[in-house]
Each structure stands twice: as C-alpha cells, then as structure tokens.
C-alpha cells in the first residue's frame, strides 16, 4: 500500500517525492517546530527515507534534538519555506511539512506530539482516538 508524495517550496527551486511511511502522520508542538514555522506547531507527514529524493539546492540546518543526537531542517535558500525535517535518532524516515504537498489534503494528523509545549492560543491538542484514516 504505497502512497507516492510529491511537493515542493513556494518558489518552485526544491521539489521532493518520497514513499508514505506507514507511521502516523502528526502535529508537532515543540519550541523547535514553533520557531522553524513561525506558528503553534509544525504538521509532519514521514516517507520511508530511502525512498525520498530531493532536488539538490536544499539548504539544511542542523540543530540538538532533545536525544543529544541532530535533528535537520530543510528548506528552500531562496523562498525559505520550510520542507523537511529529519533526526539521527529516526534514520529511516524523512518527515516533509504537510502543506508543502501538492495535494495537502493527504494529510490526515493521527496524533500530537510535545502537546505539553503548545502555546495557550494553539489549537487543542488531536488525541489518537478517531482521526489518522489513512
Ligand atoms: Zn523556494
Ligand atoms: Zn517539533
């Protein structure tokens, strides 16, 4: 049950397609997801890491995960959006930001996560029950 995903930057320079992993999708609280999206949270869709290609102008900034091990972010040089995140500590598992999909309506959140950091005016928090159809 492969679910190919395509997208890309606002700008058009960085396009990536990868393979649908088959863990959940989420939405992620955390000060880091704050900061990179200028927003509450961050809506994260993982592909299976070896599937995922991704053109060659992508700049990544690497930062301390909670682990002691580096977690990445990807984004566009030129528009900045932001497109992928990955971590050390998840090897086989490239995330890409939901709405950068070309069809972001493929994004179905079966969870939160860092829900504890969300700031008071965020939305409430999607709990495991209910949500997530594939
Ligand atoms: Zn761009
Ligand atoms: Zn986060």
Redesign the pocket.
Request: charged fraction near 10%.
């Given at each position: 049950m492969s679910d190919k995903i395509e997208g890309g930057c606002k700008c058009g320079l960085v396009r990536y397609s990868g393979i649908r992993s088959d863990l959940p999708m989420f939405r992620?609280?955390?000060r880091?997801?704050q900061q990179l999206t200028g927003s509450g949270h961050?809506e994260m869709v993982p592909l299976v890491a070896k599937s995922v290609s991704i053109g060659d102008a992508l700049k990544t900034f690497e930062m301390a995960g909670g682990s002691g091990l580096s977690t990445f972010s990807g984004f566009c040089p030129n528009c900045g959006s932001p497109l992928i995140r990955r971590s050390e500590r998840v090897s086989d598992c490239i995330y890409v930001h939901a709405a950068s999909m070309d069809d972001p309506s493929k994004y179905h959140p079966a969870k939160s996560?860092?829900s504890e950091a969300a700031q008071a005016w965020d939305e409430a928090v999607i709990t495991t029950e209910g949500a997530g159809t594939k």
């Open positions: 992620c609280h955390c880091d997801c961050s996560i860092y």
